[in-house]
């Protein structure tokens, strides 16, 4: 099995929180950005057409988490908490407005994109959860992080 492996990407391995954090804070954060220049009131008032509870608040809190927990991620900065949150907002997107469009958009006339995206961004948020922002990140600079990643050795799976 040893022979399939590839040692360069294992060396890589701790750069992966950075890369996780990199790609889905850019995501949500771009995400949250649109939704405050069209105005969060006006994503309310489409939330309310998909019959979303107490609308106009809940475009503000996705507007809200989806910026600011993009960024945190971005920097690194309260990683855990901010993908925690960003996790949950995906979460009730998906119980809330996805789970009639369904898994994968419809090819014909979707209504909505599908739950994919939101699907794996979550297994992304999961991921930062239990990894860790890794070293480059605000949360180590500041101490909210005081230790390594822990990452499995991929010589310790061979054995």
Same mark, same amino acid.
């Given at each position: 099995?040893?022979?399939?492996?590839?040692?360069?990407?294992?060396? =890589?391995?701790?750069?992966?929180?950075?890369?996780?954090?990199?790609?889905?804070?850019?995501?949500?954060?771009?995400?949250?950005?649109?939704?405050?220049?069209?105005?969060?009131? +006006?994503?309310?008032?489409? *939330?309310?057409? =998909?019959?979303?509870? &107490?609308?106009?608040?809940?475009?503000?809190?996705?507007?809200?988490?989806?910026?600011?927990?993009?960024?945190?991620?971005?920097?690194?900065? @309260?990683?855990?908490? &901010? &993908?925690?949150? @960003?996790?949950?907002?995906?979460?009730? +997107?998906?119980? *809330?407005?996805?789970?009639?469009?369904?898994?994968?958009?419809?090819? !014909?006339?979707?209504?909505?994109?599908?739950? !994919?995206?939101? @699907?794996?961004?979550?297994?992304?948020?999961?991921?930062?959860?239990? =990894?860790?922002?890794?070293?480059?990140?605000?949360?180590?600079?500041?101490?909210?992080?005081?230790?390594?990643?822990?990452?499995?050795?991929?010589? +310790?799976?061979? +054995?």
């Amino acid at each position: 099995m040893s022979a399939l492996s590839l040692p360069v990407v294992a060396r =890589l391995g701790s750069a992966a929180p950075l890369v996780l954090r990199l790609l889905a804070g850019i995501i949500m954060a771009w995400h949250g950005y649109q939704k405050l220049i069209g105005g969060p009131a +006006a994503f309310g008032d489409v *939330l309310e057409s =998909l019959g979303v509870p &107490a609308p106009v608040l809940m475009g503000w809190v996705v507007t809200l988490v989806e910026l600011v927990g993009g960024v945190f991620l971005i920097v690194g900065f @309260l990683t855990r908490l &901010a &993908a925690l949150l @960003l996790t949950l907002n995906l979460v009730g +997107a998906i119980y *809330l407005v996805k789970v009639d469009v369904g898994f994968i958009t419809p090819t !014909e006339n979707p209504p909505l994109p599908g739950a !994919e995206l939101d @699907l794996a961004l979550i297994a992304c948020f999961l991921a930062i959860l239990f =990894l860790g922002p890794g070293r480059p990140s605000l949360d180590h600079l500041f101490g909210i992080e005081k230790r390594k990643p822990v990452l499995v050795d991929p010589r +310790a799976l061979s +054995a």
